[in-house]
């Protein structure tokens, strides 16, 4: 599977944006999707993830709330919409697949294919 992330680019604190991920190459619905960003300098690190089976969903406390993370399996696309944010939630975000069980789906080493990043720019 191939992934392309878009949708990022500069916000203002506060404001709200949606990334996109499509996948192209297998179906979406055999793994569990999950998007994840990093600061540079910085290891990547979690944000939210969503089950192929059932679709439930898991987010960072960091962003619990504000996010919120869904699939399209007739697009094959993933999306994270992102509220309220901050300046903190800057960083490289990144759609990935894992079939890892449930325990591991936080830790971004138990993700495989990797999308090429999209920045998102919070300015205060």
């Known amino acids: 599977v191939q992934l392309q992330a878009s949708g990022g680019g500069l916000v203002q604190a506060g404001g709200s944006t949606t990334l996109s991920c499509v996948a192209s190459g297998r179906t979406l619905s055999l793994y569990d999707m999950g998007w994840l960003r990093q600061v540079p300098g910085k290891e990547r690190e979690f944000v939210a993830v969503?089950?192929?089976?059932?679709?439930?969903?898991y987010y960072a406390d960091s962003v619990k709330g504000r996010f919120t993370i869904s699939r399209d399996t007739a697009k094959n696309m993933v999306y994270l919409q992102m509220n309220n944010l901050k300046p903190e939630d800057t960083a490289v975000y990144y759609c990935?697949?894992?079939?890892?069980?449930?325990?591991?789906?936080?830790?971004?080493?138990?993700?495989?294919?990797w999308g090429q990043g999209t920045l998102v720019t919070v300015s205060s």
């Open positions: 990935a697949t894992t079939t890892v069980v449930l325990s591991g789906i936080f830790d971004w080493n138990n993700y495989k294919t």
């Open positions: 969503i089950r192929r089976s059932g679709g439930r969903t």
